[in-house]
């Protein structure tokens, strides 16, 4: 039980890891995201599959993963923080599509 509790904190950790080299390097996401409730969401993520699952899961395969995860949350919400001008512009710009 011990082996897997390891494995479990390594995979926190490389998730971690991944994590805060994606909010350092992006400006969305440094506004946008609090680090500690990204990491404590992933946590969820890998809770739901085995620690060893995620160890097959190559890095760059696994940033990508936690890549567009942190799109969806930094951007979800947006349209909520528009001015009624700005939401009047949106909703013209969508029409015009």
Known sequence: ?????????????????????LIAGNTLYKERLDKEV????????VDKFSPEYLKTIPDDELTNIIDSISVIEAVSG???????EQMKMFDEAVEGR
Not at 8 to 18: E, H, N, Q, V
């Open 78 to 84: 947006t349209l909520n923080d528009l001015t009624p």
């Open 38 to 45: 990204m990491i404590q969401n992933l946590v969820r993520f």
């Open 1 to 21: 039980m011990q082996e897997i509790s390891q494995e479990r904190d390594i995979a926190i950790a490389r998730i971690s890891g991944i994590v805060e080299k």
